[in-house]
């Protein structure tokens, strides 16, 4: 299974652009790359995916290399409610029919006031 | 839509001591999971269903039993409960266009 790796964790003031990036450099050509976040104990929360183009919506872009060992999520302007645990995941494939989400450990982000 | 709602919400066991966590949720997705969250960790995972009557090991399966008899529920059984099994653990249900999984609450389970 691919595995991913990220900083355990970064601070960004409140405003700022939050740059959080992750490495997946046995990803295969098929696997998607996504990216949750934990608030507190809760449930994770879904943010963005990708394959390999760039992508943006509402809460943030995803931006993937061009050989797509490594990605990057960019919260634009930070609030302390971004707050959390963010977690990149890489979206596998199974013998079953499904797909299997293997979460790491993940970054937790500090936005300061 | 409620979405994904797990029960109970809090548990203590002895240490031998079996019970359900229990799963469901109003969707009609087919995809299924249960994770396990320790202290200051990542989310593991222990069963996945693709449907009713199918379901396939994750990560961690040992000291877990999983079935699936309809779409909404997926249960989760701890047979001989362990100190190691304390932990929060989380459903989740997959909507298939977009590989979005949806998380319930989570249970917060101790085995003293």
């Known amino acids: 299974d691919a595995k991913t790796t990220q900083p355990t964790s970064m601070d960004c003031a409140e405003g700022r652009a939050a740059n959080l990036p992750c490495n997946h450099s046995?990803?295969?050509?098929?696997?998607?790359v996504y990216w949750y976040r934990q608030i507190h104990s809760q449930g994770p929360q879904y943010i963005i995916h990708?394959?390999?183009n760039n992508e943006t919506n509402e809460m943030a872009s995803l931006i993937i290399t061009e050989d797509r060992k490594s990605s990057t999520l960019i919260l634009p302007h930070a609030t302390l409610r971004d707050t959390a645990v963010y977690y990149c995941?890489?979206?596998?494939?199974?013998?079953?029919?499904?797909?299997?989400?293997?979460f790491g450990t993940g970054t937790r982000l500090k936005v300061l006031a | 839509n409620a979405g994904v709602t797990q029960t109970p919400k809090f548990r203590i066991l002895k240490i031998g001591q079996s019970m359900t966590l229990q799963c469901t949720q109003d969707?009609?997705?087919?995809?299924m999971y249960w994770y396990r969250q320790d202290p200051g960790m990542g989310l593991k995972l222990i069963y996945y269903?693709?449907?009713?009557?199918?379901?396939d090991k994750g990560e961690v399966p040992n000291g877990y039993n999983v079935s699936r008899s309809t779409t909404e529920d997926f249960p989760l059984r701890l047979e001989l409960a362990a100190p190691s099994q304390t932990s929060v653990y989380f459903c989740?249900?997959?909507?298939?266009?977009?590989?979005?999984?949806?998380f319930g609450e989570g249970s917060r389970l101790t085995v003293l």
């Open positions: 989740a249900s997959l909507r298939a266009p977009t590989g979005e999984l949806f």
């Open positions: 046995t990803i295969s050509g098929n696997e998607y």
């Open positions: 269903s693709v449907g009713a009557g199918i379901t």
């Open positions: 990708g394959l390999k």
């Open positions: 969707m009609n997705h087919n995809y």
């Open positions: 995941i890489v979206r596998v494939p199974s013998t079953s029919g499904t797909y299997k989400y293997i």
